[in-house]
C-alpha cells in the first residue's frame, strides 16, 4: 500500500485512486508508432520501453576499475542530497510575536519561478499511463532493492519504503538526543503516523543501537472512524490493530490532527510519557485534483504539524518533519520558524525516497524548549486549525537576506535533482536514451551501501513490536484493487464527462469489481453471539458521521463508487440478517444497552456535538484482542489454547462476514440506482 504513497512527477499524490479505462498507452504510443524514434523505445515483442526489459543482457557487459569508480561515485552522490541550514552560524532572529501574521502575504519572483519550471517538467508526464509510469520508474530507481533485503536479511517487521526512509534518516542524523543515553529513558511522538512503519522502523534501530526504555504514542486520521475519507487516509491497519494502546485519536475520535481540540488533546496524552524527545510528522495529502499546487495544499498541515512539535518537544529535542518545495511564504516562515527554534536543521531527501518526487525531510535538533518559544507558541496557537492563513506568518522584510538567499540555494538544488530525474527517466521512457548499462550493479552497490550505513542486521525475536508473522496474518479485507489504469488527463477528462457519462463509467467499474458470497457451499452463515464481547464493552463518542466514507467492513473503492452516486432507497436486496433466539435473560446485555441509552440522553440533553461511534474496539471484532489470563489459576493453560481457537473464529467468521455482507450489498445497490437512471 505504501508503494502507491510517493508519486512521481505533476502526478505526485501520495495516495492515488484511480478507476480509470487503459487507453491513453494506445493514444499516445501507437498514433506514433510509425515514427523511428517511438519504434527504438520498445522492446521487440511487448509495446514497453526498454527499462521494462530483463537485465540480463546488461550483465554481459565488462566491469573495468574505471566503471566501477563511476558506480561508486554515483552511489555516494544518491545518499549526499543533504543541505544544512545551520542556524548557529548566523544571528537568525524571530520577529516579535506581534508582527506575527500582521501582513499579507508575499512571494519571492526567484523561487516562483522555480516552481513554474518544475511544474512544467512534471506536466510532461500527464499523458501517460500511471501504470506503465511507475512500472518504468520503478525499473530506473536506484534504491529498488533495499526493501527487499531489509525484508529478508534483516527480517525487520512491516517493512515499507517509509520504514527504509525512517531507518536511512535515523542512522543519518543523530534523532535520539544524548539526554536520553544518559537518562536511559526516551519518549517519542509520531504524528500523521499511519500505518505505522517509523514506528517500526525506530524499534529496530533503538533495539540494535540503543539501551533505553522507550515509550510511544502515535495519531493519525483514525482508520476506523467511518467519516474519514479514505483519499486521506492509507488503507492499512495492520500495525495499528495490534497496537491499539500507543495510538490517540483526538477528543473527536477522528484523529484529524487540524481540529483544535484534537490537538490539545494529543499534547495531554503525549504529556503523559513524561519529556518527549522526538516528534516525527509525515503528513500529506491527496493533491491529485491540483497538483500543481502541492506545497499550498499540504501547507496547513505542516503548519499544525510542526506547532504541535513546537509544544510536545522537551528542550534538546529532535523533531522531523516531511514537506515539498520551499516555494511560499508559508514554507519559507516555516523554516525560518524552525531555524530560529532549533540549533541545527538539515534538509534531507533519503535515498530510498522516490527520486522523481518532490518529498523531503526537515530533520531539526536541539530543541531550545517551549518556555523560551512561549511568547510565539501563544501566537501560534490563535492561528492553528484548518483554514489556510490569509496573512504572512512573518513580515518579508523581518526575515534575514542571508536566509531567503539559503533557501533559494536549497530549492534550487532539489528542483535540479527532481528535474533532472524526470527529464531523464522521460528520455528512456521514449526511448531517446538508454538506461544506464550497469544499473543491476548501481543497484547492488547502492543497496550494500545502504545496509551498511545503516548497520543493520536481525533482531532477537522477543524484540519485535508485533511480530512479522502476526502482521503477515492480520486480515485486511476491506482493501479492494489498485487501480493505476490512465493519466493524469485521462482523470482530468473523467471528472468533466456529463452525469450520464459517468455514470455509464460507473456501471462499468462497479460491474468489474469481483465480489461474491464468500462461503460458497453455504447459503446461509449462522454465527453464535460470544458472550465474551460483553466484557469489552466500552462506548466510545466522537464527531457525528454523516457518510460513511470508509470502514473497515467494506472494501473502499466500492464505498467510494457508493458515495458517487445521490441514493433512491433500493427495492430489491438479496442479503438478510436473520436474528434468532433473542436472550431476554442476559443481565450483562440489557445493562449495556440501557448505558448505550443514558449516554446518547447525556449527549443530547448537555447539547454535545458527539455521537456514540463505537461499543466494542474494533480489535475484539476483528478478533485481535487476547483476553486477560490468571496464570494462578489451574488450566490457565488450556484456556490459552481454546482461547486463540476462539480468536480465529471470530476473525474468519464475524469479521469476513460482516465485510462480505456489506460488499455484496453494497455493489447491488450502486447496479441498482446507476441501472434506473441510465
Ligand atoms: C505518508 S503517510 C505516513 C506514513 C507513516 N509515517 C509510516 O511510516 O507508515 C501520511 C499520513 O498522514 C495522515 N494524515 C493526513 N492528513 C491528516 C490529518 N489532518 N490529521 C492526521 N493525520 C493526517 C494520513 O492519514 C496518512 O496516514
Given at each position: ?26 493514444a499516445t504510443h501507437s498514433s506514433s508508432s510509425s515514427s523511428s524514434s517511438s519504434s527504438s523505445l520498445v522492446n521487440k515483442n511487448e509495446r514497453l520501453p526498454h527499462s521494462f526489459g530483463p537485465q540480463r543482457d546488461f550483465k554481459k ?558 480489535s475484539v471484532l476483528c478478533g485481535y484482542e487476547q483476553e486477560e489470563i490468571d496464570e494462578t489459576q489451574p488450566g490457565s493453560d488450556v484456556r490459552q489454547e481454546d482461547q486463540s481457537e476462539e480468536k480465529i473464529n471470530v476473525d474468519i ?26
Amino acid at each position: 500500500m505504501t508503494g502507491t504513497m510517493e508519486g512521481i512527477g505533476h502526478n505526485s499524490n501520495w495516495k492515488r485512486d484511480f478507476h480509470h479505462r487503459n487507453n491513453s498507452w494506445d493514444a499516445t504510443h501507437s498514433s506514433s508508432s510509425s515514427s523511428s524514434s517511438s519504434s527504438s523505445l520498445v522492446n521487440k515483442n511487448e509495446r514497453l520501453p526498454h527499462s521494462f526489459g530483463p537485465q540480463r543482457d546488461f550483465k554481459k557487459s565488462k566491469l573495468t576499475r574505471e566503471t566501477y569508480r563511476e558506480i561508486h561515485e554515483r552511489v555516494l552522490q544518491h545518499f549526499g542530497k543533504k543541505f544544512s541550514f545551520d542556524p548557529s552560524l548566523h544571528t537568525w532572529q524571530l520577529p516579535e510575536p506581534d508582527e506575527m501574521f500582521a501582513t499579507d502575504d508575499w512571494q519571492e519572483d526567484r523561487l516562483q519561478h522555480m516552481k513554474e519550471a518544475l511544474n512544467a517538467v512534471k506536466s510532461k508526464l500527464n499523458d501517460y499511463n500511471l501504470g506503465d509510469w511507475h512500472k518504468h520508474t520503478r525499473a530506473m530507481n536506484m534504491a529498488a532493492y533495499i526493501l527487499k533485503a531489509v525484508k529478508n536479511r534483516c527480517q525487520a517487521e512491516f517493512v515499507t519504503q517509509a520504514w527504509c526512509k525512517f531507518y536511512e534518516i535515523v542512522a543519518t542524523y543523530d534523532l535520539v538526543p544524548e539526554s536520553a543515553n544518559t537518562d536511559g529513558c526516551f519518549n517519542s511522538l509520531h504524528l500523521c503516523e499511519a500505518p505505522g512503519a517509523f514506528i517500526a522502523a525506530l524499534n529496530h534501530y533503538l533495539k540494535l543501537n540503543k539501551h533505553l526504555s522507550w515509550k510511544w504514542l502515535s495519531t493519525t486520521l483514525n482508520p476506523y472512524y467511518e467519516g474519514n475519507p479514505l483519499s486521506c487516509m492509507i488503507n492499512d491497519d495492520r500495525f495499528i490493530l495490534h497496537t491499539l494502546e500507543n495510538w490517540t485519536f483526538g477528543a473527536d475520535f477522528t484523529g484529524n490532527l487540524m481540529d483544535t481540540s484534537n490537538f490539545k488533546h494529543i499534547l495531554k496524552e503525549s504529556q503523559k510519557m513524561g519529556d518527549v524527545l522526538l516528534v516525527t510528522a509525515d503528513g500529506s495529502i491527496d493533491c491529485q485534483e491540483n497538483p500543481g499546487e502541492q506545497e499550498h495544499i499540504v501547507s496547513a498541515l505542516h503548519y499544525c504539524e510542526a506547532v504541535t512539535a513546537l509544544h510536545a518537544l522537551a528542550a534538546g529535542g529532535s523533531f522531523l518533519l516531511k514537506i515539498f518545495t520551499i516555494y511560499e511564504h508559508d514554507t519559507i516562515c516555516l523554516l525560518y520558524l524552525l531555524c530560529c527554534a532549533f540549533k541545527h536543521v538539515n534538509i534531507y531527501k533519503p535515498a530510498t525516497s522516490k527520486e522523481g518526487n518532490s518529498e523531503v525531510y526537515v530533520v531539526c535538533l536541539e530543541y531550545i524548549g517551549s518556555e523560551l518559544m512561549e511568547p510565539w507558541l501563544k501566537i501560534l496557537r490563535q492561528h492553528y486549525g484548518e483554514e489556510k492563513q490569509q496573512k504572512a506568518m512573518f513580515p518579508r522584510q523581518l526575515i534575514p537576506d542571508s536566509f531567503i538567499r539559503r533557501v533559494f540555494e536549497c530549492a534550487e538544488k532539489f528542483k535540479n535533482l527532481q528535474v533532472a530525474v524526470i527529464e531523464r527517466n522521460i528520455a528512456v521512457f521514449e526511448g531517446i536514451d538508454q538506461p544506464f548499462e550497469f544499473n543491476w550493479k548501481l543497484r547492488d552497490m547502492v543497496t550494500e551501501h545502504y545496509i551498511e550505513h545503516c548497520k543493520l542486521t536481525k533482531l532477537k525475536d522477543d524484540d519485535y513490536i508485533v511480530g512479522k508473522h502476526k502482521l503477515m496474518e492480520t486480515v485486511a479485507l476491506n482493501v479492494g484493487p489498485k487501480n493505476e489504469e490512465g493519466s493524469f488527463n485521462d482523470r482530468c477528462k473523467k471528472r468533466k464527462l456529463d452525469p450520464s457519462e459517468q455514470l455509464r463509467v460507473l456501471q462499468d467499474e462497479v460491474t468489474n469489481l469481483e465480489i461474491k458470497w464468500p462461503f460458497e457451499d453455504e447459503d446461509i452463515k449462522w454465527l453464535t453471539f460470544q458472550q465474551k464481547l460483553l466484557k469489552k464493552f466500552s462506548i466510545r463518542i466522537g464527531k457525528p458521521i454523516h457518510t460513511v466514507e470508509s470502514s473497515k467492513f467494506c472494501m473502499g473503492p466500492l464505498l467510494g463508487m457508493h458515495n458517487q452516486v445521490g441514493f433512491i432507497k433500493p427495492h430489491k436486496q438479496d442479503c438478510a440478517v436473520i436474528f434468532c433466539g433473542y436472550r431476554s435473560g442476559s443481565h450483562t446485555l440489557l445493562s449495556c444497552i440501557e448505558d448505550i441509552a443514558n449516554e446518547m440522553g447525556r449527549l443530547d440533553k448537555e447539547g454535545l456535538k458527539q455521537a456514540v461511534l463505537a461499543l466494542v474496539p474494533i480489535s475484539v471484532l476483528c478478533g485481535y484482542e487476547q483476553e486477560e489470563i490468571d496464570e494462578t489459576q489451574p488450566g490457565s493453560d488450556v484456556r490459552q489454547e481454546d482461547q486463540s481457537e476462539e480468536k480465529i473464529n471470530v476473525d474468519i467468521d464475524f469479521h469476513r462476514c460482516v465485510t462480505h455482507i456489506n460488499n455484496l450489498c453494497v455493489k447491488e445497490r450502486i447496479i441498482h440506482v446507476v441501472n434506473a437512471v441510465l
